[in-house]
């Protein structure tokens, strides 16, 4: 795992311990939750917490189970639905958390056949499950179980204690997903319960924002990853063990002739040589649509009024 851009810098956390199918912990008794978990929100943060809580109090190790990709690519294979968080951000996090295990699953033909009790057999033979929390909207094996009393008897039968974790409010990963998409990151950020963040390594761009004082980061971005809408915004910048505010850019460059699509950061009051490294920006509040100028002059003009106006905003973050 990279850097930890979710924790506060005056701690470190312990790493998850990851575990793969081939995994033994017939010796340590868990307790454990199943799902995706894209986004890790206030959600799945409560679901989490009341496993933690359990798990501390009676001795046992925490043990969350997920997988490498969305189960919904198996079943649609033109399933395209960008994610909150890419594995090594949901990884960061559950460390965050505290969280001892997490059973990292390949979501193959093999496992999408097992039931939902020939799952948890599994669960229970090789990760030593003893207490298992569900989510509200939880679907269970081949044969699809949703009905909570149905799972609570297969586990019942299997001398696993389960417990079914109602829905936090509205707050959803789809909901997300679309306040993400649209621009609107404080809405986003409170049902995340901290700020969205894009991570990846500064990679080489055309370099044409030095020319007018303005020297951006280009931010290489995880396939899969959720950037927001097209446009300009007022950020937080994690670099080298430091915050820095700053405005990013998500767009084309049409003012240049762009045509691919790039994110690209000016981080204030920082000059050093960043690239190959990898930085997270954690995007506060859409400022506005990007625009094309009718020559550089007008762009520079534009962005020092964006600065200004993010600097006096950040203020308030």
Do not use: W
């Not at 081939?22 to 986004?39: H, K, N, Q, R």
């Not at 290489?220 to 850019?249: C, E, F, Q």
């Amino acid at each position: 795992m990279g850097q930890l851009f979710y924790c506060t810098f005056a701690k470190i956390f312990r790493e998850v311990e990851i575990l793969n199918k081939d995994s033994i912990l017939d010796t340590i008794e868990t307790v454990g939750t199943i799902g995706f978990f894209d986004g890790l929100h206030l959600g799945h943060k409560f679901l989490i917490g009341k496993l933690l809580n359990i798990s501390k109090s009676e001795g046992k190790k925490s043990l969350v189970v997920t997988f490498r990709e969305n189960p919904k690519k198996f079943f649609k294979k033109d399933y395209d639905i960008r994610q909150l968080t890419t594995l090594d951000e949901k990884l960061e996090i559950l460390s965050s958390y505290g969280v001892d295990y997490c059973l990292l699953l390949d979501f193959t033909e093999e496992l999408s056949k097992k039931t939902a009790t020939e799952f948890l057999i599994f669960l229970k033979d090789s990760f030593a499950l003893k207490t298992l929390f569900v989510g509200h909207d939880h679907t269970f094996g081949s044969d699809k179980i949703r009905d909570f009393d149905v799972v609570y008897n297969i586990c019942r039968n299997m001398g696993i204690d389960a417990f079914k974790v109602d829905k936090l409010g509205e707050v959803s990963s789809s909901s997300i997903r679309q306040l993400v998409s649209d621009g609107r990151l404080e809405e986003a950020n409170s049902m995340l319960g901290y700020n969205y963040t894009i991570s990846g390594e500064v990679v080489e761009g055309q370099k044409l924002g030095r020319t007018i004082g303005f020297p951006t980061a280009n931010i290489d971005v995880s396939d899969g990853k959720l950037v927001p809408r097209n446009g300009v915004y007022a950020v937080k910048v994690i670099v080298d063990g430091t915050i820095k505010g700053g405005m990013l850019n998500i767009g084309n460059r049409p003012t240049v002739g762009g045509i691919d699509k790039t994110v690209e950061v000016n981080i204030f009051d920082f000059s050093q040589d960043i690239y190959g490294e990898y930085i997270g920006v954690e995007p506060l509040k859409f400022i506005r649509e990007e625009t094309k100028f009718s020559d550089l002059e007008g762009l520079k003009r534009q962005l020092y009024a964006d600065k200004e106006a993010i600097i006096d905003l950040l203020k308030s973050y």
